[in-house]
């Protein structure tokens, strides 16, 4: 492809290209391994979406939800990383504000897991909390 090509070409053409390319053996380079790239997350990195999604499975698991439940949960559990993410953007990190913040979202996002879940619930979760945090790092793994 020559370079005009390569510029007003789309992001699937160029993937599609790239892929047929990449599967025929002129093009793989056999004497280089490919490289390995690990994230590294920090206490300031942003929470991943999918983590509300994992917490809430884990949690439907662990405290036997119905799916009417689940469904809530995860919605409390979204919403609370999109606002901590916006905060951990908007705050230095470890800076007094976010860290009030953080809690502000903590406070109001467990106010309403306990609606949700109703007290029983409610304390069976507080009890495994250790537990389901252990279950979502090896999620991350």
């Known amino acids: 492809m020559t370079p005009s090509l390569l510029r007003s070409a789309s992001l699937a053409?160029?993937?599609?290209?790239?892929?047929?390319?990449a599967s025929c053996s002129i093009f793989r380079?056999?004497?280089?391994?490919?490289?390995?790239?690990?994230?590294?997350?920090?206490?300031?990195?942003?929470?991943p979406p999918t983590a509300a999604r994992?917490?809430?499975?884990?949690?439907?698991?662990?405290l036997s939800l119905t799916p009417d439940q689940t469904?809530?949960?995860?919605?409390?559990?979204?919403?609370?990383?999109e606002q901590a993410n916006a905060a951990k953007s908007k705050f230095?990190?470890?800076?007094?504000?976010?860290?009030?913040?953080q809690k502000r979202i903590n406070i109001a996002s467990q106010k309403?897991?306990?609606?949700?879940?109703?007290p029983a619930k409610f304390k069976q979760l507080q009890a495994n909390q250790r537990k389901m945090a252990a279950e979502m790092k090896q999620r991350q793994k």
Do not use: C, N, W, Y
């Open 92 to 101: 230095p990190a470890q800076s007094p504000q976010l860290l009030a913040e």
């Open 71 to 81: 469904t809530r949960v995860r919605t409390i559990l979204t919403s609370t990383v």
């Open 13 to 21: 053409g160029l993937l599609a290209f790239g892929l047929t390319t």
């Open 54 to 62: 994992d917490l809430a499975d884990v949690m439907a698991t662990d």
């Open 29 to 47: 380079h056999r004497d280089k391994p490919a490289p390995v790239v690990e994230t590294v997350r920090t206490a300031d990195s942003p929470t």
């Open 112 to 118: 309403e897991l306990q609606q949700v879940l109703g």
